[in-house]
């Protein structure tokens, strides 16, 4: 089946830092996902983008489908970005099918 | 709007006892799925289903069964608990993947520990 590997697996930041935290994958994708999970477990999906770029506030992703490659930057980053970010692609007839990466581990300091 | 709600939260079972989590979502989504995650690792899907009356497996549906009976549940069984099962099983629903949309969204959660 399809590799997802997420890179760096921990990172530590003080507040108001920038990071890009990156999602690579081994077959060609029709269906991209990050999430991020929050210190009491809730799971809330950041960005749907299978490809191109996206924002949303202080966050932003693109994915490059050929270079199968996808890329979360966090600007300006607050304590409350603390937690697993997770990335999750699907291919395919059964895209809807995600596969997920192990994560990368994120600690905002003051 | 609830979203995707889950219950049980927490349950404990003895190696051999069965339970069935309930999946509920009020968004009309087509999809919804199981997954688990055990500690340090990322979701892997047990389940899903793309419709009322539909199940399909997905990575690791081995000691789980699932129904859909209604659009908006989403059961899953466990005829007889082991301790490999011990994990915490969340829920998602979604529309069905493309035309930009497809996100998934998810439940609280149900910690289950077998002993």
């Known amino acids: 089946g399809i590799q997802v590997e997420q890179s760096p697996p921990d990172l530590i930041l003080q507040e108001g830092a920038n990071s890009t935290l990156r999602c690579n994958f081994s077959d060609s994708v029709n269906n991209l996902q990050w999430f991020h999970q929050n210190p009491w477990g809730q799971l809330i999906n950041l960005f749907y983008i299978p490809s191109g770029t996206k924002q949303n506030g202080r966050l932003s992703a693109t994915t490059v489908a050929t270079e199968r490659y996808s890329l979360l930057y966090i600007s300006s980053s607050q304590t409350t970005d603390s937690g697993v970010y997770f990335c999750a692609v699907g291919q395919g007839g059964t895209a809807s099918k995600l596969t997920f990466g192990t994560g990368t581990r994120l600690q905002v300091t003051l | 709007n609830a979203g995707v709600t889950q219950t049980p939260k927490f349950r404990v079972l003895k190696t051999g006892q069965s339970m069935t989590l309930l999946c509920a979502q009020d968004?009309?989504?087509?999809?919804m799925y199981w997954y688990r995650q055990d500690p340090g690792m990322g979701l892997r899907l047990i389940h899903y289903s793309v419709g009322e009356g539909t199940t399909a497996k997905g990575e690791v549906p081995d000691g789980y069964n699932v129904s859909r009976l209604k659009k908006q549940n989403f059961l899953l069984g466990l005829e007889s608990a082991a301790p490999s099962q011990t994990s915490v099983y969340f829920c998602?629903?979604?529309?069905?993947?493309?035309?930009?949309?497809?996100?998934?969204?998810f439940g609280p959660g149900t910690r289950l520990t077998v002993t």
């Open positions: 998602a629903s979604s529309y069905p993947p493309g035309q930009g949309r497809g996100e998934q969204y």
């Open positions: 968004m009309n989504h087509e999809y």
